[in-house]
């Protein structure tokens, strides 16, 4: 099935460690992005890719770096995991032409302990 | 900075009626707004887009008005179904790449 697929679903991680959230779409989308959802919060922007080759920080990108690795995927690290970053996050990308709106991924439920 | 608002109370109605869903914004008026039905731990899905030039849109069973004067969108689901239950979240497009997401309001519809 076309779209975006995210793994791992499900992480526990301690303070500390580190992880790689991956993400790949089949679209041929040019843009991708980084979200989390917390409780009562709207998705918020970590980075996202308007392109291969680029990335740029969105709203919430501290302590978090990502990769667009070639037009398909696009990765969210974690060098050092807080309890804060405790989150459900979701890839998404999008085509820009007129009418479009984001196809997300299916999320991955990360807890920091 | 723009904020959206949606009403964080979930609705409740019968099957059969109409549900409406708010989203409030503030500040400037964005070039579109959309709006996303999502279930329970699975990731957003777009339903619908309308520009700022647009009254009203129409999809199947769906309807979403924007009111630049009153910075307000409304989603309305005619004819409810038990399956129409899930969260539905306003998202405004703010420029460039960026678009910010309000925090969704739960919608319950009762058989």
Known sequence: ??????????????????MTLQCAQDMNHNSMYWYRQDP????????Y?????????????????VSRLNKREFSLRLESAAPSQTSVY??????????YGYTFG???????? | ????????????????????LTCNYTNYSPAYLQW???????????LLLIRENEKEKRKERLKVTFDTTLKQSLFHITAS????????LCALYTGGFKTIFGAGTRLFVKA
């Open chain 2, 36 to 46: 996303y039905r999502q279930d329970p731990g699975r990731g957003p899905v777009f």
């Open chain 1, 49 to 65: 890719s308007a392109s291969e080759g680029t990335t740029d920080k969105g709203e919430v990108p501290n302590g978090y770096n």
């Open chain 2, 1 to 20: 900075s723009q904020k959206i608002e949606q009403n964080s109370e979930a609705l409740n109605i019968q099957e059969g009626k109409t549900a409406t």
């Open chain 1, 106 to 113: 299916s999320g991955t439920r990360l807890t920091v302990v």
């Open chain 1, 40 to 47: 009562g919060m709207g998705l918020r922007l970590i980075y």
């Open chain 1, 1 to 18: 099935n076309a779209g975006v697929t995210q793994t791992p679903k499900f992480q526990v991680l301690k303070t500390g460690q580190s």
């Open chain 2, 81 to 88: 179904q038990p399956a129409d239950s899930a969260t539905y």
């Open chain 1, 90 to 99: 979701f890839c998404a990308s999008r085509d820009h032409r007129q009418g």
